[in-house]
């Protein structure tokens, strides 16, 4: 493609410089295409980025009619000379006005990988949305909701993101995607976290916290996925259990993690043999 081939053969701001702004340019004239009385309606609020035609110069954004040049930020320029040189426009925020999206399509690799940059009219800079420690790859946007889905090894992982300012917040990750137990990480307040196991289906919202109930007449408790590490506590016929995390040892054969709450509101939890369980009769 002719903006991938220029920013490989040169890579002086000017060249790079000129792809973003053709592309927004064929962005721009794709948008003033849309209905007339819709596009009059949003010109008073939101951001439009203008270019007279796809190859001239300089790239504008304007405002309730205020236009201000714009050029590319650093970090901008950094992305696209190791790779992000797919740009494109999309309101990732859902506020009306576009974010500029540097996409990296790495071969046969199935990880689309993409990183996002805000527009801010007043200080007429481009800001990066960050998304932690992790990429944003394959996403698509579900009820105001940013979804990322990526292979890792061989599995497939989601991470689940909220906007708030000029960050994307991890809410939720859900790893094993597609096998018969889901492992999701729920991100709280002051860096805490929350593990359970969830049911499968391609709609992370109806993906349900597992459950089951103890078949033993006493059912020991353990501090770790081993017969040698029993505590004093027990549980008994037909208590029932949300399962947190599940794991197969060499010697002591299958064992998921529970949580259980008892009659006065105490949460307990700890390691249950699958002997012990519905889930591993079934």
Same mark, same amino acid.
């Given at each position: ?22 592309? !927004?340019? %064929? ?8 209905? @007339?009385?819709?596009?009059? $309606? &949003? /010109? ?42 797919? !740009?494109? %426009? ?8 576009? @974010?500029?999206?540097?996409? $990296? &399509? /790495? ?176």
């Amino acid at each position: 493609m002719m903006h991938k081939t220029l920013c490989k053969r040169s890579r002086t701001r000017i060249a790079c410089l000129g792809v973003l702004k053709t592309l !927004i340019a %064929l962005a721009s004239l794709h948008t003033m295409a849309a209905d @007339e009385a819709e596009k009059a $309606h &949003r /010109a008073a609020n939101h951001i439009k980025f203008v270019v007279p035609s796809p190859t001239s110069l300089p790239v504008k954004a304007c405002l309730s009619g205020e236009c201000k040049t714009i050029a590319p930020s650093q970090d901008m320029l950094k992305s696209i000379e190791s790779g992000y040189s797919e !740009i494109s %426009l999309e309101d990732m925020t859902l506020d009306g006005n576009p @974010e500029v999206v540097l996409t $990296h &399509r /790495a071969g046969s690799n199935v990880n689309v990988c993409s990183e996002i940059f805000r527009y801010d009219f007043h200080s007429n800079s481009f800001t990066r949305l960050k998304a932690g420690p992790k990429q944003l790859c394959n996403y698509y946007e579900k009820d105001g909701q940013i979804i990322s889905s990526y292979r890792s090894g061989a599995k497939w992982h989601e991470d689940i993101y909220s906007i708030k300012g000029d960050d994307f917040v991890l809410e939720a990750s859900d790893s094993c995607v597609g096998c018969d137990h889901i492992e999701r990480t729920i991100y709280l307040s002051g860096g805490r976290t929350e593990h359970l196991l969830v049911t499968d289906n391609v709609d992370y919202k109806l993906r349900a916290p597992l459950s089951t109930t103890v078949t033993s007449r006493k059912a020991i408790l353990y501090e770790e996925p081993s017969v040698k590490s029993p505590t004093k506590m027990y549980l008994v016929k037909g208590d029932k259990v949300n399962l947190i995390e599940y794991t197969e040892t060499e010697n002591s054969g299958f064992w998921y993690k529970i949580k259980y709450i008892n009659t006065k509101g105490k949460i307990i939890i700890a390691w249950l043999n699958c002997d012990d369980l519905q889930v591993c009769q079934m």
